[in-house]
């Protein structure tokens, strides 16, 4: 089955809440970090794109990784005022290894955006799924990165997707394209979803003092299409997404047997 991803555009929702917190930084002169971060996902965003139509999936996991970790750090700065602060200071300059080692190493980073989504009444089945699946988006990401042998030897085998093996240098549409897209839109769309929550609950004092009927109208209308893009075409766009990393794992189980 044929994965059509085209109709679902991820870039233009990051570009609006990006256009939003800019506007509410210059109106407020604060929350310079969510002016910063959010402009960040759209540099990561674009970068992937590119590495998509260019058929270099490696390339595109070493750019997945900081892009959902940018997206951690927003939820973080969300919810701890005192770190946003922290991070957004441009009176001094920190050391950016000890920063990142002294708030976002281990578990510290997962333990702030836990509390944001404690704070939206968020149920606490999806809190663990959230938790669980950026757990096993980093793991996955992180072998890439480092190149492991078994991370190197899926990429080295990879198929197409008529699952027919090429060694092409100069890039190629694998297999696992379709669940890295999968993951790509189910991230933003997660981004979207507590974002506005947050707008909606006014959970923190830069966003707290505009009402959702304020809210540019061209945010809303990425918001809300992608919304419903998202919840009427995940179900189906899955099913045929996972069909070809199954067809990948089997084939490598049947090497391992051989070998």
């Not at 001094?92 to 939206?120: G, Q, T, V």
């Not at 090429?166 to 890039?171: D, I, L, R």
């Not at 974002?195 to 540019?216: H, P, T, W």
Request: charged fraction near 25%; charge should be positive.
């Amino acid at each position: 089955m044929k994965v059509n991803l085209k109709r679902i555009k991820k870039l233009n929702l990051i570009i609006q809440i990006h256009e939003l917190c800019k506007s509410i930084q210059e109106k407020n002169k604060t929350g310079l970090s969510f002016v910063v971060l959010s402009s960040k996902l759209i540099t990561l965003l674009i970068g992937i794109r590119k590495m998509i139509y260019s058929g270099l999936p490696d390339c595109i996991k070493n750019l997945q990784r900081p892009f959902i970790e940018t997206i951690d750090v927003f939820f973080a700065c969300i919810i701890n005022d005192k770190l946003n602060e922290s991070f957004s200071s441009t009176n001094e300059l920190y050391d950016n290894n000890d920063f990142y080692w002294k708030h976002f190493s281990k578990d510290k980073l997962p333990n702030e955006y836990k509390k944001l989504f404690d704070k939206l009444s968020i149920t606490p089945e999806y809190i663990q799924f959230l938790i669980d699946r950026r757990k096993k988006q980093k793991s996955f990401l992180s072998e890439s990165i480092h190149s492991s042998f078994s991370a190197s030897f899926s990429n080295f085998i990879m198929t197409d997707l008529n699952f027919e093996f090429s060694e092409s240098y100069w890039g190629k549409i694998t297999s696992a394209y379709p669940m890295m897209l999968m993951d790509l839109i189910q991230d933003i769309y997660i981004f979207d979803q507590i974002f506005y929550k947050v707008l909606e609950q006014k959970i923190n004092q830069n966003f707290g003092k505009i009402e959702i009927s304020q809210l540019n109208p061209m945010y809303l209308h990425a918001h809300y299409k992608y919304e419903a893009l998202y919840n009427n075409n995940w179900e189906s766009l899955y099913k045929a997404a996972e069909s070809y990393p199954k067809f990948l794992n089997d084939v490598i189980e049947e090497i391992k047997k051989q070998s």
